[in-house]
């Protein structure tokens, strides 16, 4: 397990530092000329959560939400100070499962601070445009960059919609080729991943729509509009889980028609064959009695006989099933 990491990023219009401090570094000054940004990757060393808490005087009811990484997300207000849990998602193709992280983020005037399980930066793309000055973002205050960094968790859970998606149009082919039963355990596992997605969206939905209300000092009115503009992408990823859910409720009903076909493909061949032997066996019974008085069992040629006959039945069924298209 790696030793946890403070990265401190502060800027304004024209300024822009970062830094990456070890744990336990007394670096928590703000200034109101900046914001700034302190982002924790790794929550194993209690205590230097601890001392962040008591330096920013964090409530420790919101220290205990993020010390344990399996709360859901959520949005609470603490007098002029914002906190809020969002969990971020990646899709693993190698192991083909979904893996979650929980993200803390706490902010008011000024200053903004992040709290990462994972030592991934899942904050990379929010960094560059930092660093690029690109957009609002380096024009505005800390509830901005809380927007953005929502924003940055929300837009990976399309790009995890689109590895599903991909996954389950190859699934549907591979089951349209060839129903195998390790297809159908797949199917189940991305139900129940599709689930596990559902249950980190809701809540976060709820959560944004309430962080659109707010009307805490630290977040200004122009900060509103995007918010909202948040929400309505979370409303969307939404509607494509359901929509996903439901695809994936036909995947299974697919696997099943494939099975029930091959099974009725099995089936029909079986019975044709039973059809055709049934008067051969009919036949061969009849011959196979012991009766003194059967004179086709003294004809010179009658062995030869009885198997063109049967041959000669064997054939007119197959032509009569291959007109019926039952072959």
């Avoid at 996903?244 to 044709?272: C, K, P």
């Avoid at 009766?291 to 086709?296: I, L």
């Avoid at 009658?302 to 007109?323: D, E, S």
Wanted: contains cysteine.
């Amino acid at each position: 397990m790696e030793d946890p990491v403070l990265v401190r990023t502060r800027y304004n219009q024209q300024e822009l530092e970062t830094k990456k401090f070890p744990a336990g570094s007394e670096v928590f000054t703000v200034s109101p000329d900046f914001v700034t940004w302190f982002d924790v990757i790794g929550l194993h060393d209690v205590r230097f959560i601890e001392r962040i808490g008591q330096q920013f005087n964090i409530h420790s009811l919101v220290l205990e939400d993020i010390l344990h990484t399996q709360q859901r997300p959520k949005f609470e207000e603490y007098g002029n100070e914002v906190f809020v849990v969002v969990q971020s998602l990646s899709f693993d193709p190698i192991n083909r499962e979904l893996v979650i992280e929980q993200i803390g983020i706490y902010f008011g005037a000024n200053f903004i601070i992040t709290f990462q399980e994972n030592p991934d930066d899942t904050f990379k793309a929010v960094r560059e445009r930092l660093e690029m000055s690109s957009g609002r973002i380096r024009n505005r205050k800390s509830d901005y960059l809380a927007y953005a960094l929502i924003d940055n968790v929300v837009d990976n859970y399309f790009d995890v919609l689109d590895q599903f998606e991909a996954r389950m149009e190859e699934l549907e082919a591979e089951i349209t080729a060839n129903p195998t039963r390790q297809a159908k355990q797949e199917i189940f596992q991305l139900k129940f991943q599709m689930l596990d997605m559902r249950k980190s969206v809701v809540p976060l939905r709820d959560a944004v729509n309430r962080f659109s209300r707010c009307e805490c000092s630290s977040i200004d009115e122009g900060t509103e509009v995007y918010i909202r503009d948040l929400y309505d992408h979370i409303l969307r990823i939404s509607d494509l889980i359901e929509t996903y859910r439901d695809m994936l409720n036909g995947i299974v009903e697919l696997y099943h028609s494939e099975l029930s076909l091959r099974m009725n493909n099995v089936m029909q061949v079986l019975t044709v064959i039973t059809t055709i032997f049934v008067p051969l066996t009919f036949l061969a019974g009849i011959y196979g009695m012991n009766f003194d008085n059967m004179p086709e069992l003294h004809w010179h040629n009658g062995y030869y006989y009885l198997w063109g006959f049967m041959v000669l039945i064997a054939l007119l069924l197959l032509n009569y099933f291959r007109k019926k298209k039952w072959l």
